[in-house]
């Protein structure tokens, strides 16, 4: 399959297409999504192919002001996505923080995100490792374990 570059400068309503490694190949559309179907087309009645065997890369040309505001859109982009995974890493310490000695429902209210978020966050959290609730004083996690069977057991047998 070729590949051809192809060049796309507004006339009026329309975009007109140039394709600069087979001079005389021109086309237009009104649409620039619809611009790469033009330019294929163009191309393969010039080179007598088919269409589906041509592939374009459509580079519109744009004002300086417009490349201008399409870099500061970018930037923006680009600091909200930073922000974004920032605040996820902070929300992820937040959460195995407060739920050292909260459960995850309280945890999340006063995060102001649902039990099931502070679980994901948790779950998500990078090899930090999970830091138990608290146990009572000298009450190892056997012992703990021990206990709720214990419970479990009388449970039953009432």
């Known amino acids: 399959m070729s590949t051809y570059r192809v060049v796309a400068r507004r006339s009026g309503d329309w975009w007109a297409l140039e394709v600069p490694d087979l001079p005389g190949v021109?086309?237009?559309?009104?649409?620039?999504e619809?611009?790469?179907?033009?330019?294929?087309?163009?191309?393969?009645?010039?080179?007598?192919?088919e269409p589906d065997t041509i592939s374009v890369t459509v580079e519109p040309q744009l004002s300086a002001e417009e490349r201008?505001?399409?870099?500061e859109a970018a930037a923006?982009?680009?600091?909200?996505?930073?922000?974004?995974?920032?605040e996820r890493r902070i929300m992820q310490r937040a959460a195995a923080?407060?739920?050292?000695?909260?459960?995850?429902?309280d945890a999340g209210r006063i995060l102001g995100?649902?039990?099931?978020r502070v679980s994901q966050l948790l779950k998500d959290e990078p090899q930090v490792a999970m830091i138990e609730p608290r146990r009572a004083k000298g009450q190892?996690?056997?012992?703990?374990?021990?206990q709720q069977r214990k419970t479990r057991r009388s449970k039953?047998?009432?």
């Open 156 to 158: 039953v047998s009432v």
């Open 140 to 146: 190892s996690r056997r012992g703990k374990d021990e």
């Open 97 to 105: 923080t407060l739920t050292q000695h909260l459960s995850q429902r």
């Open 34 to 49: 619809k611009a790469d179907e033009a330019a294929r087309e163009a191309i393969a009645v010039m080179l007598d192919v």
């Open 113 to 116: 995100l649902s039990f099931q």
């Open 68 to 71: 201008a505001i399409l870099r």
């Open 76 to 86: 923006a982009r680009k600091a909200r996505a930073e922000a974004e995974e920032r």
């Open 26 to 32: 021109f086309s237009q559309a009104k649409r620039l």
